[in-house]
């Protein structure tokens, strides 16, 4: 209550009623919008942690949760704010030594054979575009093909930033996947 003293033993159990309380619905709430499940924890211990600063400095909250569905969505906002989109151009993430898009298209100078892998890749990249959901595929086409920017397409689609990433993404790791797949099914032959 605003105005009141509490002691720690009072601040500790309002904090674990509300935890309590409040976990199982606040982390479905950042799984929807977060991704990866690492990001999502963090997210998450961050509300915690919050919440336990804001108490220890005496400074009761009324509505303690919609604070942290508010403190939630500030922490997803600054989380998708630092996250570059995935592109293909770019490691995949597993390692320093993934391959990026360019290294799984052998050279155009290497020889005939070189060539015919290289366009057995593309029209793997092709059919591998046409396997995804029609609003990833869209997603990837007109940010990576297009040129366009993630704010230009939300204000087409009306569809939010942080979606438009997600679709994206799992548009990225599908196509990286199968083009991994059949680099592989090359190396193997």
């Known amino acids: 209550m605003p105005g009141q003293e509490w002691t720690i033993d009072e601040q500790d ?13 606040l982390r479905s709430f950042i799984r929807k919008r977060v991704i990866d499940t690492s990001d999502a924890e963090d997210v998450l211990q961050d509300v915690f ?5 804001t108490y220890r400095l005496m400074k009761p909250i009324e509505q303690v949760t919609a604070w942290m569905y508010r403190v939630a969505r500030n922490r997803i906002t600054d989380l998708f704010r630092k996250q ?13 030594d993934a391959p990026s898009f360019e290294d799984l298209l052998p050279s155009e100078d290497d020889g005939p054979d070189a060539l015919y892998a290289r366009t057995l890749l593309l029209e793997a990249l092709d059919e591998a575009l046409e396997e995804l959901p029609e609003n990833q595929r869209e ?3 007109a940010h990576e093909l297009l040129g366009k920017s993630f704010k230009e397409l939300a204000e087409e689609t009306g569809t939010p930033v942080s979606t438009l990433l997600s679709r994206k993404r799992y548009a990225v790791l599908h196509l990286r996947r199968r083009l991994e797949e059949l680099k592989d099914s090359f190396e193997t032959k």
């Open 139 to 141: 997603v990837f086409v």
């Open 49 to 53: 942690y919050e919440l336990i600063q």
């Open 84 to 96: 570059k989109p995935a592109s293909l151009n770019e490691a995949s993430g597993a390692g320093e």
């Open 13 to 25: 159990q309002f904090i674990a009623e509300a935890l309590e309380r409040d976990e199982a619905r």
